[in-house]
Every structure is written in C-alpha cells, then in structure tokens.
C-alpha cells in the first residue's frame, strides 16, 4: 500500500481558478443519482496551467466547455482539464450511488431520506470541483425527484421555483445569494413532519423557520424550534449579528458522523441534537440542543459569511464558535456549572490530546486526513484562546474587535491571523506574543511557589511556566497567560481579585500590606487551559470551598481535595499501608450537602466525584489497578460519611420538578448505592414512580455501579418500554457498557446481534462500542487484553463502513503511554494488527502511525 502523505500550511497557495457561480442539477433515483454540474470558470493570474478538480467514488459521464465536448484526464482522484480559456462555462456531468454511500460523506441514504454531508471534503463525492474553503461560489440548485417518496426537496438559500412534473416527479429550485465554499452545500429531499415558526429580526424582516423531523417526532421538534429563536434573539443582543436568508431550516436525520452541520439556512442535525420530550429526554439531552441549535446558527456569520482559507484555519471558526455558544449557554443558565463542563472537557479530553500521538496547535502545521483535525484541540482549546482574548480586551474591546473582523471580511475566506489582527487593531492591545497559542501545541504547565514576609507585610508569588516537548517541536517559547487570583484572609472576606498578565518564563508578582498570610485561590475560572502545580494544603482548599467569590474556584477545591486523597492512597497501597482519608475532607463534602447557599447544580458538580479517566489525566503514567482500590475507597468513605445527609437530600428532592434538584438527587442516589445494595429498592422506587427520563436514567446510572437482580429487572422494563425509540436505546446501551463488571466484554459483543444496534449508524457505534472503549475505563484496561482486542475488532470492521466513524473510537487506544509496560504492549500489538489491515484507510493510518512513532 503506498504510503498517505501529508500536507502542509507552509505550502499553501492560492487556487489557479475561481469558480464565481454554479448550477447543480440533481436528478434523485433509485440506486443511481445523476448530477449535472454548470460552472462559471475564471482563470486567476497569468499562467497556462490545466484546471484540476478533485473527485471521489463518481462516475463520470461528459465534461464541457462553453457546449462542446472538452480534452480531459482522469486521474486517481482527479479531473485534469485542458483549456486555453480564462473565463468560461464548465459542465460535467456525473452519477452516484447514494444507497450504497456507508461512509456518510457527500451525498447519501438516512433512512429513505436523501442527505448531505460536505464538511470537509465530501462534495467532491458529488461532483468534480475545485473541493476547498477558499473558493466561494453562487449556488443555484435545481432537484428532481419522485413526489410521493420525497415531497421535501430543499437547499441552501429561499427557494425560488417549484412545480410538478410528467409520472408523478417533481421539482424545487434554490438560490443561496451569498457565494459560499463547497463544504457549505447542502441538499435534503424525504418525507418528513414539519414544525413551522417565524421569527421577526431586528431590522423587521420576517425569518420563516421550519423543523424537519422524521414522521411521528413532530412532538419532540418543539424545544429544538425554541432554541432557535433563542440563538436569533441573542446573536442579536449580544453579538449586533441579524439573520440574512428569508427561511432558516433543520434537518434531523439520524445517521450523521458529527453531531450538526452548520450548512447555509439548511442545517442537517443529528436525531440526538434535535428530538426532545420530558419521557425521552434528560435535562441534559435539553440542554445539549439548546448548545448545538445554538452553535450551528452562530456559524452563520462565524463560519459562512467569514469562513476559513483552508482547513489549517478550521478553528477560526470552530474555535470562535464554541466561544459563543458557551456565552449563550452561559447567558441563558448557570454561568459557573456551564463553565465547570468546559473545564472538564478541557481536562478529561484535551489535556490528553495534548499529551498523546495526535498533539497539536490549534491551527495545525500538517494533515494527512482532515476529519482527524475534528478535535477537542481546535473546537475547545480553540474556544479557551478566544475567551483568553475576551479576557485580555474586555466584553467591550472584543465586540469592537468582532465589528472590525466582520467588516473587513465578509464573504471573504480568511486566517487566524485576520482574526487577531482585527482584535488587536480594534483594541489597540499588542497581541503579538498571544499569538503563540496558535501556533504552539502541548498544555504549559504553571508552577506556582508563594512565599510571605510577616515582617514586611509582603505576599508574593512566583509563576513559573514550562509547555512539555510534543511531536511536532520540543523548544516552546513562553506564552501570555491571563491567570487569575484571588487572595481571601483567614476570615473569609476577599482581599485581592485580579488577572495578573503573566508573559515570562518565570515572573513574580508582589502584593503589599497584607497584615496576615493570605490563602490563594489560583487559576479561577480555569483563566488559561493550562496545568496548575501548587502544593495546596487540605486546610486551604477547604478554606477555597468555602469562602472563595468563584463558585467555580470552589469546585476546582473540591476536585483537588478528592484528587489528592486518591493519590495519596495509591502512595499508600504501594507502600503496603493501611488507606486513609482526612477527617476534614469528609467534612468539606458534609458541608456541601448541608449549604444552604449553593446553587443545586453547583452542589450536583461537586458531588459527581471525579472519574477515573480525569484523574489518569492528572499524572504522566498511574498505577492503574492500585487507582481503582483507592478512588473506590475515597468514594466509599465520602459516601458513608455523609449517608444520612445523602438520604435526607433524596427524599427531600423526591418530587421535586427542576432540573438543577434533579440532577442533585441523582448524584446522591448514585452515591448512596455505592456504601450498600439495599438503597436498590429507592432506586427501583424513583424508576418506578418517574415522570421523566432524567429520573428513569438516574436510577438506573446510580444502579449500574454494579450487577445486581434490581438492575436487571429494571434494564429489562427500560428495553421493553423504549425498544422502538433509538435514541433512547442508546442510553440503554451506553448502560451495558460501562457497567464495571468482569463479563461486560461478552455482553456488549452479544448486543450486536440486537436490533437496536447497528455498525452503520455512527450514533450506535459511539454509545455501545465507544462507551466501552472511552468511559469503562477498567474494563477496557483489562490486564488480560480482551477490550483492547474487542475494539481493534470493531475498529477493522469500521474501517470498510465508516472510516471517520473508525478513527474517532480508536482514541483510548492511541493513548498508551500512561499505562504499565504490559498494557503499553497489549495496545501497540493492538495497533500494529490495524497498520496490517489491507485497505487502510487514510483517517486510521494517520493516528496508528503517529502514536507507534
């Protein structure tokens, strides 16, 4: 097999040709889909150079210049035409297979429905076409297809003719008037249920919005629509930012690879983005639509009418985009909790990215395949670099910057580096050492040393920063980092709370009249992603529990004192010691339970004991099986010592309806059911008596710690009720596969055989054979082997179907070195039998290979 090569963002070069405008003409049949391509060509700069168009799995049928017949090659992957021209019309014309189109890219089958999925370089599935972000055309699109079986024919852009055809077909034409890139394509034509609105802007045009859901769902569309209009509303308000197009459209389709696309006035969401009721849905299936209905509009402007050169640039607008639907999210709920779920991705997911074979900036230097730059790097890093900026500017100076950056480049394809400039031109702030953070992969790492003076009256700490070698480069220069303090005395009351502009390898800060030894919340709000080390004492993270002003400050506390009780019984089983836990700490947790100041949801997150992948993201290699004897036990004793205040939260919680006190009792059940089996019964009680899923769900998660008869009975109810609803089914998987027990393997393997499974569908694959993989940790670590060999299995099985789909579960796999030598080997065998499959393809050869180098 010849080798993938990769690309690279110094090689970058502007395209030979723009197209100005395109013509598509779909005729939609059976089996075979006939595509006829009309082009504006215009040759840019002096050059003789062959017009290249890239393709993939099509069939090509004519190709011509203004109406004759054209001099072409094929080639692998490529249409090489021959011209003289410099301006001209371009037709080819092409067939495919949308039936047979497993990989979910281009133009493909959902359940009877036709749709697409151009992002980032589907389209050339479609047609031949200069398939890149920097060449922004005027879509027209005219779709033919059988009335009866699809009588929804949609695209981008207002629809601008219809009408019925000879033997029962018939037509829709759409017009986008904004020139776009080819990845913003999009087409959609099926039998769906439809939810109508509109929305009125602020310059008084009226927006109509439309839902498309698959029949029967229409009930569940209501909460997605809702989200819409709260997006508009708040883009406006907050942004200045007003919808363009006179209809905006979601898709729910429910085999997608990502979770939503952001294509021009046509979205096409995943089913799990979209379809929501109380029976179904959990407080967090609500919320999460809220966040991606919410992200997918934002792109609107973020993204289509400002979009990227290349895909170097990708988070330029998925960086700046996840920002925004964090400040919307933050807007319209707790600002504290929704930062805390940033916080955790950043430190369960992206840390480790950082750390392993695929480290890398967010604006990459190389790719070998696109879709395995769909991180949490670029998205979710990108977003902290945006918010960093926000931090350093101001709300004020970062919309004047967001002003600048619109009015310079609308419809323009552009670079991180435009972005900036506009933020630093608006702001008149040297960005120039901030750049960095672009451009340099790996997490830095903070050591903080305090030091006081009690003659002098005189606190002062010393910041030293240091960003760990990556594959990419090992010499990092040091980087701007807001970091952000607050000093609170022994009394409780705050006396210093800044962000201190830390830029030097090691800088000291120096706070003066300080009459006592002050305790240091460091870091709050998680004000730069990067890894805090200072020796905090139990005494000065209980004392951060409970007086620091950040109620984000006072989880990072509580996280650090079960983190540290964890540690330091591993320290002590190696040691052959009897295990431990720190009368206080069981104190400091008590004290949450009983607080009558905490918000619900705040208390929920302190509660949710950290995982075990987020303390294996903590240290550069674990004692794996010591961890699991020790988190338990840390687990255990917090339970029973605070089981009466456990149990009294449960039952006062009981019946009531709001999600912040269901997601409390929740975590309490979970909790008590970890002390004794015989809290099952209140578990069954709450399934048995729910209204909704969140508390169906919750029981059973809290009953999943561990086989037991009332789980399977419950299990088996749960099946029976929700057997023809998948994304329900989904939860029910998710369920099986992180249950920490010895015969998990077994049963997730005999769950392929069940119909509500499928390798086909990505949404399938993530919540069995995904959940395995990346959320039971111990089972998958098994010493024997078995999860690693069970998901290499399914992983040669994917690479046929679905390759993206293949290299996105493979992640737990790639990260081997934290773990014994034994594990390490067991997984490199692993990816060594992957690297021999025949027909690799280029999304699983890039990762296997970097993370065996």
Not at 21 to 30: G, N
Not at 209 to 216: A, E, I, M, P
Not at 387 to 406: I, N, P, S
Not at 816 to 844: C, P, T, V, Y
Request: contains cysteine; aromatic residues 10%; charged residues 25%.
């Amino acid at each position: 097999m010849s080798q993938p090569q990769a690309k690279f963002l110094k090689d970058y070069q502007k395209p030979k040709f723009q197209i100005s405008h395109i013509d598509l003409d779909f005729t939609l049949a059976e089996k075979l889909t006939q595509v006829v391509a009309t082009s504006k060509v215009i040759r840019q700069g002096n050059h003789n150079d062959s017009l290249v168009l890239v393709g993939d799995e099509l069939t090509l049928l004519s190709v011509k210049i203004n109406g004759a017949a054209a001099e072409y090659n094929q080639l692998a992957g490529e249409l090489v035409i021959e011209t003289s021209l410099d301006d001209f019309e371009l037709q080819i014309v092409t067939q495919l297979d949308p039936e047979a189109n497993s990989s979910l890219e281009g133009l493909y089958m959902s359940d009877g429905a036709y749709c697409t999925q151009c992002e980032a370089e589907g389209f050339r599935r479609i047609t031949y076409f200069l398939d890149r972000p920097d060449v922004l055309a005027v879509y027209t699109v005219r779709i033919e297809a059988d009335k009866q079986a699809f009588p929804y024919l949609l695209s981008n852009g207002n629809l601008i003719e219809s009408g019925e055809l000879d033997t029962g077909l018939h037509f829709a034409k759409w017009h986008d008037p904004f020139p776009k890139p080819a990845y913003l394509f999009a087409l959609v034509a099926g039998d769906f249920d439809l939810l109508e609105d509109k929305f009125t802007t602020c310059s008084n045009r009226q927006v109509k919005l439309q839902v498309f859901v698959d029949k029967g769902n229409l009930s569940k569309a209501h909460h997605a629509m809702a989200s819409l209009k709260k997006s508009m509303s708040w883009d406006e308000s907050r942004f200045n930012l007003e919808y363009d197009l006179d209809i905006y459209m979601i898709v729910a389709v429910d085999f997608f690879n990502m979770g939503a696309m952001e294509n021009k006035g046509l979205n096409v969401f995943n089913t799990k983005f979209v379809l929501a009721d109380k029976a179904s849905a959990t407080d967090d299936d609500y919320h999460g639509i809220e966040s991606v209905v919410g992200h997918e509009y934002f792109h609107n402007w973020t993204g289509n009418r400002v979009t990227c050169r290349d895909w170097f640039q990708l988070s330029l607008k998925e960086g700046l985009t996840v920002f925004r639907d964090q400040e919307f999210s933050s807007d319209l709920g707790s600002r504290a909790v929704n930062r805390i779920h940033a916080i955790k991705v950043m430190k369960n997911q992206q840390f480790a990215e950082d750390s392993g074979p695929m480290a890398h900036p967010i604006r990459p230097e190389s790719v070998i395949e696109m879709n395995n730059f769909y991180t949490v790097t670029v998205y979710n890093k990108g977003a902290e670099v945006i918010r960093m900026m926000h931090t350093l500017l101001g709300e004020a100076a970062f919309q004047q910057g967001m002003k600048l950056y619109f009015e310079r480049h609308d419809g323009q394809a552009v670079t991180c580096d435009d972005f900036v400039a506009a933020m630093e031109d608006a702001s008149k702030v040297d960005l120039t050492q901030f750049r960095r953070w672009y451009s340099q992969a790996g997490t830095p790492q903070v050591d903080v040393e305090e030091h006081y003076d009690e003659q002098a009256n005189v606190y002062q700490l010393t910041l030293s920063q240091m960003t760990p070698a990556t594959p990419d480069k090992t010499e990092k220069l040091p980087l701007h980092i807001p970091f952000d303090v607050e000093l609170v005395d022994v009394d409780g009351q705050s006396i210093f709370n800044k962000v201190l502009d830390f830029t030097e390898a090691k800088q000291v800060f120096t706070f003066e009249g300080l009459k006592q030894k002050p305790i240091a919340s460091l870091l709050q709000n998680f004000s730069a992603p990067v890894k805090l080390n200072f020796n905090y004492s139990v005494e000065q993270l209980v004392h951060i529990m409970r007086f620091a002003n950040s109620e984000v400050a006072k989880w990072e506390a509580s996280v650090s004192l079960f983190s540290q009780s964890v540690w330091q019984n591993i320290d002590k089983l190696q040691s052959k010691q009897a295990m431990y836990i720190d009368p206080r700490i069981l104190d400091a947790f008590k004290g949450v339970i009983l607080s009558q100041e905490l918000d619900r949801a705040l208390m929920a997150e302190i509660l949710s004991l950290t995982s075990a992948n987020a303390l294996i993201e903590q240290k550069s290699s674990v004692d794996l099986d010591n961890l699991a004897l020790a988190r338990e036990f840390v687990v255990l004793e917090i339970a029973s010592g605070c089981e009466d205040e456990l149990l009294a939260m449960v039952r006062e919680l009981q019946n009531v309806d709001e999600a912040s006190s269901r997601a409390l009792k929740n975590v309490c059940l979970s909790l008590l059911l970890k002390i004794e089996k015989s809290y099952g019964t209140l578990a069954k009680a709450q399934f048995e008596s729910a209204q909704n899923m969140t508390d169906s769900l919750g029981a059973l998660t809290a009953l999943n710690c561990e086989s037991s008869a009332i789980r399977d009975e419950l299990m088996a109810k749960f099946e029976s009720q929700w057997a023809k609803t998948p994304l329900v089914m989904d939860k029910w998987l998710v369920l099986h596969a992180t249950l920490n027990s010895g015969d998990c393997i077994n049963t997730v393997l005999s769950l392929f055989q069940h119909d509500a499974f499928s390798f086909h569908n990505p949404n399938r694959v993530r919540s069995l054979i995904g959940a395995f993989a990346a959320g039971n940790t111990f089972e998958f670590h098994r010493n024997d082997g078995a999860g690693y060999s069970f998901l290499t299995d399914a992983i040669i099985k994917l690479n046929i179907l679905n390759p993206q789909v293949a290299a996105r579960i493979i992640t737990p796999l790639i990260q081997f070195k934290k773990f014994d030598l034994h594990r390490q080997e067991l997984m490199k065998n692993e990816l060594q039998r992957i690297l021999a499959i025949e027909g690799l393809s280029k999304d699983l050869y890039e990762k296997v290979t970097k993370a065996l180098a």
